[in-house]
């Protein structure tokens, strides 16, 4: 800025002035107030009345402090206030403020101190804004990601907890339907043997989804992202599937998969269920023949596996990521219901998405989404 | 039946006393010489092993232990036990797991330097022999 010179310029300046301080006096969003040395109001605004809910008539003269709360003024809050402001020139405070009626608001200030030509303090700008309505949201927020937090918590303690309890008396029954056996065997006959049997099968089914129940729920605990190759990742995948691959005379084809930040033992079970789910759900007497892309999005990988299979029929798209959720006869194709529901909690973890394009009877794609990650 | 050298008892823990009874059996079934003991809390097994005089034919060898107990859990124990004087500790603790589905309490049993092994529940004939062929002398 330079110096007004002339009398025209004095001019022009003065009326910049007036209609700054008009700007000020009009501006409602912001309570703008001058106070003097003391910290008594000198100017009040719109803003200021409205938040504030006084009239320029009924404060100006009076002390700021009175937009404090009682233990703040104990505290000495507002003129500690101005003297930081005076030491460091400008300083920022949030707290909760008094209006008019003796309700609170959040208020956001920005405190000024004003000096005169030879530098001392001459008195502060201070300039207030109204947070409560952010402030209260996001307290709701918090509270509900808290809330959010705790019920995660207590539903993998419950799970904890029942499987572990569920896990013991069934392992008296399986003890004592052995020992039955053992010891008073020769008593029974074969239909009593048969009936042994269904009572050790079912047990023995109850202690599998009982484990699967909890590795779900384990799932994603105590992991930190690395770098996998998913290249090799697959290899290694269809070397532990060599043997159902070789039953089912499938072809894996395998295009290029890239290097990506994530959690690798997850990664591992997410492609070996979905290979394993491939290479179960095929059509009788048709060899499956399945194959893994890896497509380059803006944010994030797309995978596609796809097979030549049974499909999936429109109306079980979601239902098949659900825990326990089967579409089939257990004698058709076995299995627990829980493949696919780790493969979602596993994608959704890696902060993707996964989704199946399918026909019945024209084989299923499996779309995944993994965002870029970093570590 | 198989001697083994200072091998006399086994104490079983475990407050489910279906459980203890299998794991009797058990021991029964591996034709290994030992008296065996149950009790179904800490306190009790506490008890047992400090009244047990050197001579005793029930001086325990091997402790099984189950972890998850109601009021003081197989942790407690541990930590009661390793307060104990010399003389009323055994040879060979092995921590009984429910399941396999706690790898936590794995690791723990792994960091505890008494416990020598974990195994998972039922114990069977075969497991305790392994057992105590790894740490007992056989005597013929």
Known sequence: MTTPNTAGDALQSDHIKLRLLQMMEEVEDYAILLLDQSGNIESWNKGAQRIKGYSAEEVIGKNFRIFYSAADCLMDTPGEILREAAAKGTINREGWRVKKDQSMFWGSVTMTAIHDEQGATIGFAKITRDLTQQRLAEKTIRQHAQQIERKNKELEQFVYIASHDLQEPLLNLTNFVELLQYEYGPLFDETAGMYFDVITQGASRMRNLIRCLLDYSRLGQQIELKEVDCQALLESIQSDLSVSIKNAQATIHVEPLPTLVGYETELNQLFQNLLSNALKFRKPGIAPQIQVRAERQATSWCFRISDNGIGIAPEFKEKIFLIFQRLHEREAYEGNGIGLAHCKKIVEMHGGDISVESEPGRGSTFLITLPFLSL | ?140
Do not use: C
């Open chain 2, 1 to 140: 039946m198989k001697k083994y050298q200072d091998l006399h008892g086994v104490l079983l823990v475990d407050d489910d006393r279906f459980t203890n009874l299998i794991h009797t059996k058990a021991i029964e079934r591996s034709g290994v010489d030992v008296v065996v003991t149950a009790v179904s809390n800490v306190t009790d097994a506490l008890a047992f092993l400090t009244e047990q005089e050197d001579s005793s034919q029930a001086k325990p060898g091997i402790i099984l232990l189950d972890i998850n107990m109601p009021g003081l859990s197989g942790w407690d124990f541990m930590k009661a036990y390793h307060a104990l004087e010399d003389r009323f500790k055994v040879k060979v603790i092995v921590t009984m797991l429910t399941t396999s589905l706690n790898p936590d309490d794995e690791e723990r049993a792994r960091l505890d330097n008494q416990i020598v092994n974990f195994l998972h529940k039922p114990l069977r004939p075969e497991m305790f022999i392994e057992l105590v062929e790894e740490h007992f002398e056989r005597q013929f």
